[in-house]
């Protein structure tokens, strides 16, 4: 019969934590233009997903804000265009820099 290993916890205090990645990685600026890659129709979505395909559809070459006005109601609309921008269906260019205050 084989031992089982207990698995090993690492203290949260000592350990280094991980580089992450900006907020706005994906490319994320007021007022960027949203255009839809070549391949954008070969993917099938389903559920949520197609609901928010199609709406990203509609504003294909226009600006971040058009889409999160015309988002279905429910999940925030950013974070759906940051799930197509990295599944490689949309292309964010252009926009100016958020800054916020520090509180």
Known sequence: MVAKKKPTVQDPFTTEKKARATRQDY????????????D???KKYRGKRLEYFEALQKCDG????????????????RGWLRF????????????????TKAA
């Open 27 to 38: 490319g994320y600026k007021s007022g960027a233009t949203i255009t839809l890659s070549k």
């Open 40 to 42: 954008a129709g070969d």
């Open 62 to 77: 226009k600006s971040v804000e058009d889409f999160e006005k015309k988002a279905p109601d429910g999940d925030p609309p």
């Open 84 to 99: 197509f921008v990295q599944d490689g269906t949309a292309i964010l260019s252009g926009g100016k820099e958020t800054t």
